[in-house]
């Protein structure tokens, strides 16, 4: 098993993306703990990874904006398991609007659930991680993390701030043992994109099949969807990676949309 003896604490993890990382990370028998503002979904994620095995999960309930919350939510990880090992800072949301018709409140919402859980959730497990000499940080990018589109000037600005956030973390804590980096996908099918779907579409005044098949699919080289397994298989990839080697670094999924 890849994740053997491993603590990870995967925020946003209720649902989407973040359940399937969880549930890959416990297939490989890490302990995982189940974070997202929906304590319930959290906790029945959690029973349900549980009873799947051989790893283990645990939810809680965990705003990443707010800095109480970060706390005490790795504080109750380290009083069950001990220090976290791994990070996945996944929680995100989606605000679709053109820039003159953002409200400052939308604009200040996304960026504190994308830069600030991030960087909040890292900060919150890098002195356990430096006490250990080990430890990866993986931050949730996104194709928007590289390129821009209409309507996301606040979705594009938080994923381009995370790159630059994971680059610094490398270069911190490279010198003690910890790794960062930075996952790209294109558009996966989950609840948050299927919002999205009837947004643009009103927005752009055109059909909902012509967003999917011309906005969100249309430069991809198959029109598929990368899926939330896709993603998971990365997370698992840079969690297991053996060496420091692999730092720094940013790694898209997006079925050929963007390419580097």
């Known amino acids: 098993m890849k994740l053997a003896n491993q603590i990870a604490l995967v925020t ?9 990382i969880a549930r890959r990370y416990v297939a490989e028998g890490a302990r995982v703990a189940v974070a997202d503002l929906n304590e319930a979904g959290a906790q029945a994620a959690a029973a349900e990874l549980t009873a799947m095995g051989p790893g283990e999960a645990f939810g809680l ?17 380290e ?23 953002f409200s400052f409140a939308d604009w200040k919402r996304l960026l504190a659930i994308h830069l600030d859980g991030a960087f909040l959730t890292t900060r919150a497990v890098l002195p356990g ?15 928007h993390s590289k390129a821009a589109s209409p309507l996301k000037s606040a979705y594009v ?6 790159a630059g956030l994971a680059r610094a973390i490398a270069k911190e804590g490279g010198p003690k043992g910890v790794r960062a980096n930075l996952i790209c996908p294109g558009f996966v099918r989950t609840p948050l994109v299927d919002r999205q779907i009837p947004e643009q579409a009103r927005e752009l005044g055109i059909s909902e ?3 999917v098949k011309k906005v969100m699919l249309g430069q991809t080289v198959d029109g598929e969807f990368t899926t939330v397994d896709d993603i998971a298989e990365l997370a698992l990839f840079f969690a297991a990676f053996p060496t420091n080697a692999l730092t720094g670094q ?3 999924a997006s079925h050929g949309w963007v390419m580097e």
């Open 157 to 162: 600005t938080a994923k381009h701030g995370l």
């Open 209 to 211: 099949e012509e967003v």
């Open 61 to 77: 309930a965990m705003d990443v904006s707010s800095e109480e919350a970060v706390a005490a939510g790795v504080a109750a990880i």
């Open 129 to 143: 991680m430096y006490a250990a000499g080990a430890g990866s940080v993986i931050l949730m990018g996104s194709v």
């Open 79 to 101: 009083a069950r398991w001990g220090t976290v090992s791994v990070l996945v800072a996944n929680a995100g949301v989606q605000i679709v609007n053109p820039i003159e018709a």
């Open 12 to 20: 946003g993890a209720a649902s989407g993306i973040g359940l399937a």
């Open 250 to 252: 940013s790694l898209i």
